[in-house]
């Protein structure tokens, strides 16, 4: 397949291509390189991606109508991935209008090239779109109205758009709500960074929340075998028309049990410091997986004590 995918240069966009690189496929790898974080590590990405003869990068911006279009147009794609948006839930506080940009802009533009073309579409949402509820584990057919980030109602945005779309265009599309994703190559902004960050180096970590918070953190290659049984499964006309999937680990981890992994991996204690919970944080995350189990053949695999050590292997090489 020749996949186009938005956001080539980001954590599991990156991660995303090398997969299907890997067994084969043709990317047409499309990013705007925003400095939200240090544009090194986006770029060595990018550097280790433009080793393999079947990927091709252009630096755009998705949400810009008429360049999208061109390298759509251009490209040829079977399908469409598109994982560009703008990330972190407590950024949105403080520049919302770059998430409606990014995530709600962006997502139309995409939609609208997948109608033109007749492309199928797979897109990231996020485990936010569930804001504060209280019924675990999250399933799909939860109610997910009552955000409570900015982040989190333009990831919400775009489900909706991409259903209007089936409505209209019988654009097929697939939504996938990532849950609190790690691994090598991750995002600095991001707890296992930056506690690992810190931790090395003997500085303190902020604890939210006194450490009172659950998280389903998930693999980076667990999420991107779903991703790719996703893009397999795109074009499925005996799926519904703009499905949703959980991919998650199905495994609530304990802040505090997290940090502990952490420094076991590191080999020394963290010096912690309470704060309270930050405006848009959620006190836990539980991904059900059942569907995506049923239609993608979803099957997350790495444990929490495994995925921190490979991130903290990698962080040391990348530190050095």
Request: a neutral charge; aromatic letters at 10%; charged letters at 25%.
């Amino acid at each position: 397949m020749h996949i186009l995918l938005t956001g080539a240069a980001g954590f599991i966009g990156y991660h995303s291509a090398e997969a299907l690189l890997a067994r084969g496929d043709r990317v047409t790898g499309v990013d705007n390189l925003t400095p939200y974080y240090d544009l090194r590590l986006k770029r060595a990405r990018l550097d280790n991606l433009c080793r393999h003869p079947g990927f091709r990068f252009v630096e755009a911006d998705c949400a810009d109508e008429t360049a999208f279009s061109s390298i759509a147009n251009r490209s040829g794609p079977d399908a469409i991935l598109h994982l560009a948006a703008q990330a972190g839930v407590r950024y949105s506080v403080e520049k919302p209008l770059a998430y409606v940009d990014a995530n709600v802009r962006g997502q139309v533009v995409v939609l609208e090239q997948a109608a033109r073309l007749g492309l199928p579409l797979v897109f990231a949402s996020s485990s936010s779109v569930y804001g504060a509820n209280d019924k675990v584990p999250f399933e799909e057919d939860d109610r997910v109205d009552s955000p409570v980030s900015v982040y989190a109602a333009t990831k919400r945005a775009g489900e909706l758009m991409a259903t209007a779309y089936a409505s209209i265009h019988g654009v097929r599309s697939t939504g996938l709500r990532f849950f609190t994703v790690y691994g090598p190559w991750g995002r600095p902004d991001m707890a296992p960074w930056l506690f690992t960050d810190a931790i090395r180096a003997g500085r303190p970590i902020e604890v939210f929340n006194n450490g009172d918070m659950e998280r389903d953190f998930t693999h980076v290659t667990d999420i991107v075998a779903g991703v790719t049984a996703a893009v397999d499964r795109a074009a499925d006309r005996s799926l519904p028309l703009a499905p949703v999937y959980n991919l998650g680990n199905n495994t609530p981890v304990r802040l505090m049990d997290f940090i502990a992994a952490i420094e076991r991996a590191v080999g020394r204690e963290a010096i912690k410091v309470m704060r309270p919970k930050p405006a848009g944080d959620v006190l836990r995350t539980f991904a059900g997986i059942g569907l995506a189990e049923r239609d993608l053949g979803y099957r997350p695999k790495t444990g929490i004590n495994e995925g921190i050590a490979d991130f903290v292997a990698w962080f040391r090489t990348w530190q050095n």
